[in-house]
C-alpha cells in the first residue's frame, strides 16, 4: 500500500539510524544469567523480566499436566498514545520505533511505549521522552486508561496500561524525524498492511470508546460494521447480562492451576536447554533465544536480552455474520497458560495450523475448517501482523475477519464439550469491555483495531 508522506519520511529517518540484531549464545549476553540454584534466566538488576519454569494443570485426565519456560514480568508497563485537535480533527502521535523482535525494524507504535523499569531508570539510559503527559495528574484529559493482559501463551499474568491523553490544541510538542501526527482514520487504513502498526498500538487503538455517532444508513458490509461499533441500540443475540453471566460461568468452571518451577525442571516435559537455544524436543511451541542489539534512537543504545522465537505461525481468525442488520461476531472463552482469570474473550479460531497437521497431532479446533474452507469473497480482512517485538523475535501470525452467512449454525462447527465457550457478540459490546482489563486478549483486540479499518 502506499504510505502516508510523514511515515515515509519517518521511516527514511529510521533507516538513518544504527540498529542491529545479532542471535547469540547465552553465555554471550551482558547483564544476563541462568541462577544457578534453579536454571532461570535473569538480569543482574532483577528487574526487567526473568525467564523460569510453569508447571500447569487443566482439569483431570492424560494430557492435561505440562511445564513450560514462561515469562514472568510482574511489573506493569505503560502504553500510551497523546491525542490533540489539529484543525478541527483529532490527531494522535505515533513514533517509527525499533524493537529487537521486529521482522522489519521499525514499525508504528504508541507514543509512549515502556516498561516500568524502564522509566523509572534501571536501564541507565536517556529519559523517555512525553512520559509527563501520562504520569503527572492534571497534565492532560485522559479518553483511556485500563489495564489489559499480553500474549498468555508465554507471560505469566502480564498486564499493560493501555492509555490516550488528550492535550490542548494549542500546546505544541517538539516531536522530531521519529514522532508523527496521524488522523485516526490514518492509522487504521495502515492497518491493513503486513507488519507496520504494532502490536502495543493495535491494543491501545482498540480500547477507544466507540458509542453514538447517529444513525448508519445501507445494508453493506461497512454499514453493518459500523452499526455493530456504534449504535447500542441495535439488537444482539446476547445481552449484556447474558455475556457477563456465560463469561463469569467459564472462569468459575474452568480449572486452570499454575504454579512456577524452577527453569531447569522444564527438562522432565521435553524441553531441552542448548547452548544457543531452549526449545521442545518435538519441534513445535518456541524458543527462548539470546540477542544482542545496537539501537541509536533508544535510551540504551547496545544491550542484551533473551527473546521467544516461535516454530509455527498462528491463525486467529474471528467469524462474523449478519443478523438484523447488524454484524456479530463469534467469540471464545478461551483458557492459556498464563492468564491472570482464567480466561479471556478469543477469536473464534486461534490456534497455530501446522500443529493439527501430524500424523499424532491434537485434533483441530472447532471452526478451523470453516475458516479454510471459506472463499477469498468471504474474507473480510486477511494480513499478516507482528507479534510485540521487545520480547517476541520475528513472531507474526495470520488475521482474518471472515464472513458467513446468517443462516451459519455455529453448534455445527463445535461438539457437546466445546459448544458452551463461544458466544455471537456485536462489536459494541466487545469495545464496552474494553473499558476494563482482563475481558478481551490481546489477538482479539488486534482484530477490533482492525476491523474499524473496514468502515
Known sequence: MTLPGDIRMARRAGRRGA?????????????????????????????????????????????????????VQPEVGLLGIVAREIHGVLHFLVQAKMEPGNINTLQISPTVQATRSNFT???????IRFLDLFLEPGRARVLVD??????????????NRNMVVEIGPDEELETGEDFRWLTLGQIRALLTADNLVNMDARSVLACLPTAGGGQVAGDDFAAVLRRSFTDRSAPTLCSAAELGSWFTGVRALEELVQRLIPLDAVAAHGWEHG?????????????????????SNREVARWSQPLIQQRHPSLLALIVKRVDGVLHALVQARVDVGHLNVAE??????????????????????????VLGASPAQFRYDTVQSEE???????????????????????????????????????????????????????LRTLIACAHALY
Open 146 to 159: 485500563v489495564l489489559q493482559s499480553e500474549q498468555a501463551e508465554w507471560f505469566l499474568a502480564k498486564r
Open 121 to 127: 531508570g534501571v536501564h541507565r539510559g536517556r529519559g
Open 345 to 370: 474473550l478469543a477469536p473464534t479460531v486461534h490456534c497455530r495450523p501446522a500443529d493439527h497437521r501430524a500424523p499424532e497431532a491434537a485434533p483441530a479446533p472447532p471452526y478451523l475448517d470453516v
Open 389 to 443: 517485538g521487545g520480547r517476541f523475535y520475528h513472531a507474526r501470525n495470520r488475521y482474518a475477519i471472515v464472513e458467513v452467512p446468517e443462516s451459519f449454525d455455529a453448534a455445527s462447527g463445535t461438539d457437546e464439550d466445546t459448544a458452551g465457550d463461544y458466544a455471537w457478540v456485536t462489536f459494541g459490546q466487545l469495545t464496552e469491555l474494553l473499558a476494563h482489563g482482563n475481558y478481551v486478549n490481546v489477538e
Open 275 to 295: 547452548p544457543d537455544e531452549i526449545a521442545h524436543r518435538s519441534g513445535h511451541h518456541f524458543r527462548v533465544l539470546a540477542a544482542d542489539i545496537t539501537a
Open 19 to 71: 540498529f542491529d540484531v545479532a542471535l547469540i549464545p547465552f553465555e554471550a549476553m551482558r547483564g544476563w544469567h541462568f541462577d544457578p540454584a534453579n536454571g532461570n534466566l535473569r538480569h543482574e538488576s532483577g528487574r526487567f523480566f526473568s525467564i523460569e519454569g510453569l508447571r500447569v494443570r487443566r482439569g483431570d485426565g492424560p494430557g492435561r499436566v505440562w511445564g513450560q519456560p514462561i515469562i
